[in-house]
């Protein structure tokens, strides 16, 4: 099962707590840690793609951008050990070529020291934007001279190596898909959950997940 998230509703639970944004963003950052590790202890689970920063995440205040920026970095180099204890591959879709020199290297030393791991591959939404990435996947199209495909067009975007989503899930009340993995949800599930992302818990994945089940996939058949 692929399960993609969009973590939303950091910056709100700091507002409730009187906390700065950033807090919250420290908070949802153990909360990825304890996601992850749960979906690595779920078999059924081989793929957890997470909206990590997006194109339009630019706009926000620079003090707050740069937070994110360095929260990743630190979280990159401290969690390596995490991934490689739980056997965890890590991945990452989006235009990263707009991070600094120092963040695009520790994302590549973090891919590279996980790529023989297949218990759960984590797919870190990093500058990312649907709308960006089936531009970027259809010049390559036009780059390569490849006919205007769908099977083209998936096998140029980002997700190339990954299957399409079957659930998707949004925290923090919001009942939107903001620009994240527009071609790949086609035929998910999905889930809109009103807690807000740091508190979220492998219960509440849990239990999304048997609900997931009951429902019946049809595909456009019948
Ligand atoms: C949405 O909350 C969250 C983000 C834009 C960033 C997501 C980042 C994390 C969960 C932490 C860092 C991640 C890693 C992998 C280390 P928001 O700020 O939009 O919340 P709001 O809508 O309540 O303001």
């Known amino acids: 099962?692929?399960?993609?998230?969009?973590?939303?509703?950091?910056?709100?639970?700091?507002?409730?707590?009187?906390?700065?944004?950033?807090?919250?963003?420290?908070?949802?950052?153990?909360?990825?840690?304890?996601?992850?590790?749960?979906?690595?202890?779920?078999?059924?689970?081989?793929?957890?793609?997470?909206?990590?920063?997006?194109?339009?995440?630019?706009?926000?205040?620079?003090?707050e951008v740069d937070f994110l920026m360095k929260l990743l970095d630190n979280w990159l180099k401290k969690e390596l050990e995490t991934y490689i204890k739980n056997e965890v591959r890590f991945?990452?879709?989006?235009?990263?070529?707009?991070?600094?020199?120092?963040?695009?290297?520790?994302?590549?030393?973090?891919?590279?020291?996980?790529?023989?791991?297949?218990?759960l591959t984590q797919i870190l939404a990093l500058n990312y934007g649907s709308r960006d990435e089936i531009i970027r996947a259809v010049k390559k199209l036009c780059d390569k001279n490849l006919e205007v495909t769908e099977e083209n067009i998936s096998k140029n975007l980002d997700t190339a190596n990954f299957p399409d989503v079957d659930l998707l899930i949004r925290t923090s009340g919001e009942v939107r898909l903001s620009n994240f993995l527009l071609w790949q949800v086609a035929y998910a599930e999905m889930f809109f959950t009103p807690t807000l992302w740091p508190d979220f818990t492998e219960k509440e994945l849990e239990e999304i997940i048997e609900n997931y089940k009951k429902r019946e996939r049809r595909f456009g058949g019948i």
């Open 91 to 119: 991945e990452v879709i989006g235009d990263i070529s707009k991070f600094s020199k120092k963040l695009q290297k520790r994302i590549e030393i973090t891919k590279e020291k996980t790529k023989n791991f297949n218990r």
């Open 1 to 63: 099962m692929h399960l993609a998230i969009i973590m939303d509703g950091n910056g709100r639970w700091a507002k409730a707590q009187n906390k700065n944004r950033t807090e919250g963003h420290k908070v949802g950052a153990e909360v990825v840690k304890k996601i992850t590790t749960y979906c690595s202890n779920n078999p059924e689970i081989k793929y957890l793609t997470l909206y990590a920063f997006s194109t339009e995440n630019w706009k926000r205040p620079k003090m």
